[in-house]
């Protein structure tokens, strides 16, 4: 360290600058007394500096070696950082490819859908596989105009394409609809208790099949028996006058009308079908628009569409009972009003108003009060209405009253009000096509004369069902009461069977059917879903008629018909329940699959909600099975304190895994694939030939 004195004496580390020092003060004699203090304290500070200067740098270096070793570990981690975002990166695009490939299978599935849609099946008639084009986009929830949704089917053939048809022709030829699907299917294969006892029982046409007997005997009685020139040639297109008398005395008598009924207000075609077909065609130009409640008779969507392009608008009902209403599928005037309003801003030119009473499918009795106010309200729009009354007669509860429009002293607005009755139904006469209309609009049967040559009824069959209508002794003696008597008992054993089998269903008093509820066998909520139960039902040999076919605006509503013989109603029955013991057995195996699926940490979670789901459904079937103990219609869905089963009130929405499940559990159930090779569409679109050939390398795993 630096000495006291004032020579500023120091150790050997200082002793350059003692010199300096020494040299400066030479040099400059005349201040060394004055810097003699300011040379000490330099000497101080330098001694101080040189001895701190190492320590400083040792840990310096040390702080940049801390520095440099945090770095490489920052760095390190880093780079696992990225590493890992890329293993993520990977993994989400591998997710991205498999859901763009379920997306894609699914919108295969939705364009052989619209394939099937429009495709004419021809039983056993052997056709090549042709090439589907990509179709519009639209809308697979059942939108107000039918001919916008398309019906997956049951073995439909592909779509054809003829060049010897024009468009019209083979959008005609490429149509199909379920009813005709089902029917087709069973006309395949009918059951017969000697030569087929293996074929499909029909419960899902509604044809009356309890009084074969009856009629057989009264057809083949020796006044039916009668031939004349004028049977032979060319009739009255509107119908020979003898039988639109004898059909204007039939209706004044069953319907009960004020005062009797005109003959030249009756047109006879064959069949209600053709006189849907011919007013809609008188009634509305191509793309007019009909208002029509739904659920309906699906059939009505041909007999409009196909010849006169006249659309259909419906008006939903609600399964559920809602606001006002005191029955499920309750038809009101603020819903018209409300389909109509929508219509009309949709620029859809809506012409007439159909009503049918009793109803089909759901067998509503509609009330005097009711019929009026939806007259009054077509009057107010300007719309005809079409009253298809073709189960007048079919009223099996004598404590139900149906009342005919034909019945009112006055109607809203005669000239716009169209009644159509046929012998199908009330006279279990479907093979004799013979419908008719009564209707006080001079120009609309004068029109109608116009198309009557293309509709005719055969004149021996005319002059048949006119002795039939006037043989007033059997008709009340013995065919109505006989023939109510027997629907009674089949409706009874039918809805013991569904009350047994826990099935709800709506409790009517006319027609030959029951609009029964089968959504708790929907493994989802879709009419996707409704489908493949309706082909499980066809599998097991037993047709019913899917809430689709009338275009039901909530999936699992099924149309069954009780009126055949005993023997067929309970094989029916027993393969019913048998259809549904498989959807069960295989909703078991499904849940079973999802919960071996679920990790460890999810699973006693996922098991104790499905069991509270589970009991939570079976406690409500059996709270309505033991509410059947003690009412007799306890489980149908007629009554005001009966709360209907809503099978999807507590359904979590549906997740892509169970909706490709779905899809490809139908894959694999239609040949479809099959026969539309992938290499018909690489021309036209390349791009399907990939889609097409991964869907059948699945299809066929």
Same mark, same amino acid.
């Given at each position: 360290m630096a000495g006291s004195s004032g020579t500023g004496v120091s150790i050997t580390p200082g002793q350059s600058t003692v010199v300096r020092d020494r040299t400066i003060h030479a040099n400059h004699g005349e201040d060394s007394g004055r810097s003699a203090p300011l040379r000490q304290r330099k000497r101080r500070r330098a001694g101080r500096g040189v001895c701190g200067r190492g320590l400083l740098d040792e840990a310096l270096v040390s702080f940049l070696n801390w520095q440099r070793s945090a770095e490489e570990r920052l760095l390190a981690l880093e780079e696992v950082r990225l590493e890992k975002e890329a293993q993520a990166e990977e993994r989400r695009e591998r997710q991205e490819e498999r859901r763009a490939a379920q997306e894609r299978e699914h919108e295969l599935r939705l364009l052989s859908i619209f394939a099937n849609a429009l495709t004419s099946a021809r039983s056993g008639e052997a056709q090549g596989p042709q090439v589907v084009p990509v179709p519009l986009a639209k809308e697979p929830i059942s939108p107000p105009r039918i001919p916008a949704v398309p019906h997956p089917l049951n073995n439909t053939s592909p779509i054809q394409h003829s060049k010897y048809l024009s468009r019209r022709g083979n959008?005609?030829?490429?149509?199909?609809?379920?009813? $005709?699907?089902?029917?087709?299917?069973?006309?395949?294969?009918?059951?017969?208790?000697?030569?087929?006892?293996?074929?499909?029982?029909?419960?899902?046409?509604?044809?009356?099949?309890?009084?074969?007997?009856?009629?057989?005997? +009264?057809?083949? $009685?020796?006044?039916?028996?009668?031939?004349?020139?004028? #049977? #032979?040639?060319?009739?009255?297109?509107?119908?020979?006058?003898?039988?639109?008398?004898e059909v204007a005395k039939f209706l004044s008598h069953y319907c009960r009308s004020s005062s009797p009924l005109k003959t030249e207000n009756v047109v006879v075609m064959n069949g209600c079908g053709s006189l849907f077909s011919a007013m809609a065609a008188v009634l509305c130009d191509p793309e007019d628009a009909i208002l029509i409640p739904t659920p309906f008779y699906g059939a009505i969507m041909e007999d409009v569409n196909l010849y006169s392009s006249v659309q259909l608008y419906h008006v939903?009902? /609600?399964? $559920?009972?809602?606001?006002?209403?005191? +029955?499920?599928?309750? #038809? !009101?005037?603020?819903?018209?009003?409300?389909? =109509? &309003?929508?219509? +009309?801003?949709?620029?859809?030119?809506?012409?007439?108003?159909?009503?049918?009473?009793?109803h089909n499918p759901l067998g509503e009795i509609y009330t005097p009060q009711e019929m009026t106010s939806f007259l009054e309200f077509a009057?107010?729009?300007?719309?005809?209405?079409?009253?298809?009354? =073709?189960? &007048?007669?079919?009223?099996?509860?004598?404590? *139900?009253?149906?009342?005919?429009?034909?019945?009112?002293?006055?109607?809203?607005? *005669?000239q716009r009000t169209h009644v159509l009755w046929g012998l199908s139904k009330d006279f279990a006469l479907a093979g004799v096509r013979a419908g008719f209309v009564y209707s006080e609009n001079r120009e609309l049967v004068e029109a109608l004369d116009q198309l009557g040559c293309f509709h005719g009824v055969p004149g021996p069959t005319q002059y048949q069902m006119a002795q039939l209508l006037q043989d007033r002794d059997w008709i009340d003696g013995e065919f109505l009461p006989e023939n109510r008597l027997?629907?009674?008992?089949?409706?009874?054993?039918? !809805?013991?069977?569904?009350?047994? &089998?826990?099935?709800?269903?709506?409790? +009517? /008093?006319?027609?030959?059917?029951?609009?029964?509820?089968?959504?708790?066998?929907?493994r989802h909520p879709s009419f996707s879903e409704e489908l493949c139960v309706w082909r499980c039902f066809l599998k097991h040999k037993v047709l019913l008629s899917c809430g689709q076919a009338f275009s039901c605006s909530t999936p699992g509503w099924f149309r069954i018909i009780f009126t055949d013989q005993q023997q067929r109603l309970q094989l029916g029955m027993q393969r019913v329940r048998k259809a549904l013991e498989e959807l069960k057995a295989k909703a078991l195996e499904s849940d079973t699959e999802r919960d071996t699926k679920t990790p460890k940490h999810n699973a006693k979670e996922t098991t104790t909600n499905s069991a509270i789901e589970t009991a939570s459904k079976?406690?409500?079937?059996?709270?309505?099975?033991?509410?059947? !103990?003690?009412?007799?219609? *306890?489980?149908?869905?007629?009554?005001?304190?009966?709360?209907?089963?809503?099978?999807?009130?507590?359904?979590?929405?549906?997740? #892509?895994? /169970?909706l490709i499940g779905a899809l490809r559990e139908q894959i694999r159930s239609s040949d479809w694939l099959e026969k539309n090779r992938p290499e018909l569409s690489a021309d036209e679109d390349p791009s399907q030939l990939d889609v097409f050939t991964d869907l059948l390398h699945r299809a066929r795993m």
């Open positions: 959008s005609i030829h490429q149509h199909v609809g379920i009813l $005709q699907d089902g029917y087709s299917s069973y006309h395949t294969d009918k059951y017969d208790e000697n030569s087929n006892p293996n074929g499909i029982i029909n419960l899902g046409t509604s044809e009356n099949k309890l009084c074969t007997d009856l009629l057989q005997k +009264r057809l083949t $009685q020796p006044d039916m028996l009668h031939i004349e020139s004028s #049977l #032979l040639q060319y009739p009255d297109w509107k119908g020979h006058g003898f039988f639109r008398e939903h009902l /609600d399964s $559920q009972p809602c606001n006002s209403d005191d +029955r499920p599928f309750k #038809l !009101t005037v603020e819903k018209l009003e409300t389909a =109509l &309003m929508k219509a +009309r801003k949709e620029g859809v030119n809506v012409r007439a108003l159909i009503l049918i009473n009793p009057k107010k729009n300007d719309l005809h209405v079409i009253v298809d009354e =073709l189960y &007048m007669l079919s009223v099996f509860e004598e404590s *139900a009253v149906f009342h005919s429009i034909l019945s009112f002293d006055r109607l809203p607005d *005669a027997r629907m009674q008992t089949a409706h009874r054993y039918l !809805t013991g069977e569904l009350k047994r &089998m826990g099935i709800p269903y709506l409790h +009517r /008093d006319a027609g030959f059917f029951i609009w029964a509820d089968f959504r708790n066998y929907l079976t406690s409500t079937i059996k709270e309505s099975e033991e509410r059947n !103990t003690t009412e007799a219609d *306890a489980i149908s869905l007629a009554g005001e304190e009966f709360e209907v089963l809503d099978c999807q009130a507590n359904q979590t929405p549906e997740k #892509l895994d /169970d």
